[in-house]
């Protein structure tokens, strides 16, 4: 008896020590061959999406150089539910606008913002339970329900009742070949305030998204202190980080310690907090080359002439008529 109260004891301190263990983050991920061979892809991808913005440019009246540009990502949600209770999915249009906001403010300062256009619901239990990448009832559901072209953003929220996972996305370059495919899937409770524990300040929505915009993990998939992101400001790391590991080095023959406040970690939701300036610009880049996102002027810039100022004409003198002597008078 006493064994095994103290077993219960140990489990549950092991439980509470490290909830993490129980969830994947995320079910992206490439291996290194196939992360050099789209990097040159890109590259080459890149170059010709810049060739035809600058033919484009030569064409269009200049901006200035000081206005603000902002990229704006239209958003439709499909909560996806087995039930019209909260614990079968059925999270609020408030929900789904709390997360719009937390993402907003996750990047801000990437010049990426995110409008909710519309909010769809389904009650389906296969949907619910079981969709997942690449499956039948994943892509029964995509199928069904994919709303606009690449520069709109399709979110599902789903149970994953099958598996541990908080979310996966397709990548920009893989829109051309299937484009119902596109768009984000997401444990319904990692929204904020979710009941899922740390993991409930929308922070899977914004990792996700930023594979949806071409990021990486900033770890190896594979455990080595290879550049595997693309990204040259994010230090070399071997490992997926969990819960908020001060300190953590996981290539310490490498510069710099691992990244685990950044957003595509896997470090628990209040740990994260920070896109660095390389993942902006390739995010900024892969929108453009495969999504056709562009940076726009904002506030919308207009032209404005000065209003000219109308003067009455000064007299010519040469032209000024001299008054004729009065009769009878003198000069």
Request: with cysteine; proline share 7%.
């Amino acid at each position: 008896m006493l064994f095994s109260a103290l077993f219960a004891l140990a489990t549950a301190a092991s439980t509470l020590a490290a909830p993490a263990a129980n969830f994947t983050r995320c079910d992206n991920h490439v291996t290194y061959q196939e992360f050099h061979a789209l990097e040159a892809q890109f590259a080459s991808d890149y170059a010709a999406a810049v060739a035809n913005e600058t033919q484009g440019v030569i064409a269009r009246a200049p901006e200035p150089i000081s206005v603000a540009l902002r990229r704006t990502v239209h958003v439709v949600w499909h909560i996806i539910q087995e039930s019209t209770a909260l614990t079968g999915g059925a999270i609020s249009d408030d929900a789904v606008r709390s997360s719009i906001d937390a993402m907003n403010t996750h990047y801000s300062g990437s010049t990426f913002r995110f409008v909710l256009d519309s909010i769809t619901r389904t009650t389906n239990v296969d949907w619910f339970r079981q969709a997942t990448r690449g499956n039948a009832y994943q892509t029964a559901m995509k199928t069904a329900l994919h709303t606009g072209d690449a520069t709109v953003l399709n979110v599902y929220s789903v149970g994953f009742t099958t598996s541990s996972l908080l979310g996966y996305a397709t990548w920009p370059w893989d829109y051309s070949a299937n484009h119902a495919d596109d768009g984000v899937v997401i444990l319904y409770s990692s929204v904020p305030g979710g009941s899922t524990p740390h993991y409930n300040e929308g922070k899977s929505l914004t990792h996700e998204v930023g594979h949806w915009l071409g990021l990486f993990h900033v770890f190896d998939d594979y455990r080595t202190c290879n550049d595997t992101d693309g990204v040259s400001d994010t230090p070399p790391q071997s490992s997926p980080s969990f819960g908020c590991p001060t300190s953590k080095d996981s290539c310490t023959a490498k510069p710099g310690l691992d990244s685990i406040h950044n957003y595509m970690d896997y470090s628990d939701d209040p740990c994260m907090n920070q896109f660095t300036p390389g993942q902006i610009a390739r995010m900024q880049a892969q929108a453009l080359t495969y999504r056709g996102i562009r940076g726009v002027a904002y506030p919308p810039f207009t032209i404005l002439f000065p209003t000219p100022i109308l003067t009455a004409p000064m007299p010519d003198p040469t032209l000024i008529p001299i008054p004729a002597p009065a009769p009878g008078g003198g000069l």
